[in-house]
């Protein structure tokens, strides 16, 4: 079936613009995850969704990041006026979301942000 | 605090030898253990996972990992490395708590495939 799809797959960006980035999570799955990977600090936990319940925001790294999800399905996470140091792979996750029981995140394939 | 570390920043195996790959990870109680790869420009694929039960655990392209508790450790293996495992791998851990959902990374090591 289809994976977790990702786009763009590639954004360049002029610093102090605001991108949005899209997450599809495979049909079925009730929690959504988003990973950031950059050169300096490795792979972070930034926002994770669980249904209806109120996301886990603990990973954000400033007021600047938000992330939405419409539907129970599609992820937005959007970052406001830009920095160079917001340049990396911005990862979207998603699991069947059973609380209390192993769950397996499921990964796609990322955007390239790079902000100039 | 819950963290895991992956000593070995970079591997060069050759071709048809065998490889491990370190993991070890700090946590009080048994967690849930990843290993994703992640190809040049591609998002991360699981390999396998540990949850429970058999320590010695089976995943895909003929990894296996053994998790070791009195080590901390969860160690891939694969018998004999092809050009096409040349990637870099994660390993990852969850607590087992309800409400902690995000999985916390090592930092990568990176395999080189010589021929």
């Known amino acids: 079936g289809a994976g977790v799809s990702q786009s763009p797959s590639n954004k360049v960006t002029e610093k102090g613009k605001d991108v949005e980035l899209r997450c599809d999570p495979i049909?079925?799955?009730?929690?959504l995850y988003w990973y950031r990977q950059s050169l300096g600090q490795g792979l972070e936990f930034l926002i994770y969704f669980q249904g209806n319940s109120a996301p886990d925001k603990s990973g954000l790294p400033s007021d600047r990041f938000s992330a939405e999800r419409t539907g129970g399905s599609v992820s937005t996470l959007t970052i406001q006026r830009t920095q160079q140091e917001d340049s990396a792979v911005y990862l979207c996750?998603?699991?069947?979301?059973?609380?209390?029981?192993?769950?397996?995140?499921?990964f796609g394939p990322g955007t390239r942000l790079t902000v100039l | 605090a819950q963290s895991v570390t992956q000593p070995d920043i970079h591997i060069t195996v050759s071709e048809g030898a065998s490889l491990e790959l370190r993991c070890n990870y700090s946590?009080?109680?048994?967690?849930?253990l990843f290993w994703y790869v992640q190809s040049p420009g591609q998002g991360l694929q699981l390999l396998l996972k540990?949850?429970?039960?058999?320590?010695l655990v089976q995943g895909i392209k003929g990894f296996e990992a053994e998790f070791k508790r009195s080590q901390s450790s969860f160690n891939l293996r694969k018998p004999s490395v092809h050009w096409s495992d040349a990637a870099e791998y994660f390993c990852?851990?969850?607590?087992?708590?309800?409400?902690?959902?995000?999985?916390?990374f090592g930092t990568g090591t990176r395999l080189l495939v010589s021929p």
């Open positions: 946590y009080g109680a048994t967690p849930y």
């Open positions: 049909s079925g799955h009730t929690a």
């Open positions: 990852a851990m969850k607590g087992m708590n309800t409400g902690f959902q995000k999985l916390v």
């Open positions: 996750a998603s699991s069947l979301g059973f609380t209390g029981a192993p769950d397996t995140q499921y």
């Open positions: 540990y949850f429970s039960g058999d320590t």
